[in-house]
């Protein structure tokens, strides 16, 4: 299966390279592992160990990132929140050839969206934009980013609970990261999580629903 589009829906039901223990780990994966929760996050951004899928590649880790809310104290692995974000490292030590390194990050975001903001046609360009800004601003180094941005709409009819209108941007990527030092790409990725959901820039209260 080509790890660019193995279905993330699907990460909490398979196996981790994880339960095998670390101590069988490759020194470059074991760091690359330990920076990604080293990632410093703003507080209303939360972060937890999810399962990654087992067979892309030799070893792989993911961690789930979701807008916290006050009731909440850890991260599910299928969320029904607002927005939330998957972030999945996957390591060949072989260094396969497509990926141009050995550190593959696969991600995905999912984001409730207003009408007024979803209605935009330019709204997945400009999605797309944050992630390349955040990488920028992070100093992510990075090869071979791809992906795709989804905005969406559902109206419900009949007998069915939630608002009659819906709205939702998902954005998948996958890039090759530079060196084993990950924080960056957790940082960059969560900058991007937070602009999809609306939040303000840091040190900004927010007056009022988005």
Sequence with gaps: ??????????????SSTADHGSDAWPADFSAAVESMHAASLR??????????PQRPAPFSHAI????????????????????????????SPAAQEAWEG??????YIQADMDDAVASDPLLPDVAWQWLNESFAEKDARYTNLGGTVTSTASVRFGEIGGPPRAYQLEMRASWT????????HVEAF???????????????TQLGAR
């Excluded at 050995?102 to 991600?107: D, G, I, K, P, Y």
């Design 64 to 91: 789930g990132l979701e807008v916290a809310h006050p009731d909440e104290e850890h991260v599910p692995v299928d969320s029904e929140g607002d927005a939330f974000g998957r972030l999945i490292l996957l390591h």
């Design 43 to 52: 507080p209303e951004i939360t972060l937890g160990t999810i399962r990654p």
């Design 1 to 14: 299966m080509n790890p660019d589009t193995t279905p993330l829906h699907d990460a909490g039901s398979a």
């Design 177 to 184: 990261a530079e060196g084993t030092d990950l924080s960056h």
């Design 102 to 107: 050995s550190m593959r990050l696969v991600a």
């Design 190 to 204: 969560a900058n991007v999580l937070a602009h999809v959901a609306g939040l303000p820039p840091e040190g900004v």
